[in-house]
């Protein structure tokens, strides 16, 4: 490996370069963006978000709804599961595109949006996850958890064909739900980045 090779490696092993920084910062404040999803759903409308507006509203939220479930859950997470948690969690909206296109052969009858947000889809990419190995395994896991955060956003922002094909109902939950779930785990968020805070200032 060259100089400059192994001197940027180095970086990238320290954490050091801009988008890293960049990715570590924003998941450390992401705990303050319950507000500002719900502010932002307060603009979109629930039934059907298939605008352009809507997309680049919507897709902000989704990545903030994913980091701020995985920093309640894993509050020192890295920045490869910060990424793989929003590769699923924003990834998920790439069935849109057909429906973007004019093509809307995704979408059962009496719902907005395709069928592949349903939870064949969250079983397929576990059932993937479980046949890789080591560090790929993990990272996989964790795509998979960042799909079940996009479904839990969609749940209560219109609803989805959850139980395709076995049927094409569009199941919901109450959007309060949804609400509470990100209070709670910005509390949890919080509360672990001012135990670490008192910990540091410890010692």
């Known amino acids: 490996m060259t100089g400059h090779g192994a001197r940027f490696s180095a970086v990238i092993r320290q954490g050091q370069t801009p988008g890293i ?3 570590q910062r924003l998941f450390q404040w992401s705990a303050l963006s319950p507000l500002l999803i719900i502010a932002t759903d307060l603009l979109l409308p629930h039934e059907e978000r298939g605008d352009l507006l809507a997309a680049l509203l919507d897709e902000p939220a989704h990545a903030a709804t994913s980091l701020l479930l995985l920093g309640a859950l894993r509050p020192q997470a890295s920045v490869a599961a910060q990424i793989a948690t929003l590769a699923g969690g924003n990834g998920m909206d790439v069935d849109h595109v057909p429906q973007v296109l ?3 052969g995704l979408i059962p009858a009496g719902n907005a949006r395709p ?12 059932v993937a996850a479980s046949a890789l190995t ?30 395709w094909p076995l049927n094409n109902r569009r199941v919901r939950i109450p959007y309060g739900v949804y609400a509470a779930l990100l209070g709670l785990a910005s509390l949890v968020q919080t509360s672990a980045w001012l135990t670490r805070r008192m910990h540091g200032s410890a010692t």
């Open 21 to 23: 920084e960049a990715m």
């Open 102 to 104: 004019g093509w809307h």
């Open 115 to 126: 069928c592949t947000h349903s939870l064949a889809t969250l079983l397929a990419s576990l």
């Open 134 to 163: 080591g560090r790929a395994r993990s990272l996989a896991a964790i795509v998979s958890f960042g799909i079940l955060t996009h479904f839990i956003r969609d749940l209560a922002t219109g609803g989805m064909p959850l139980y």
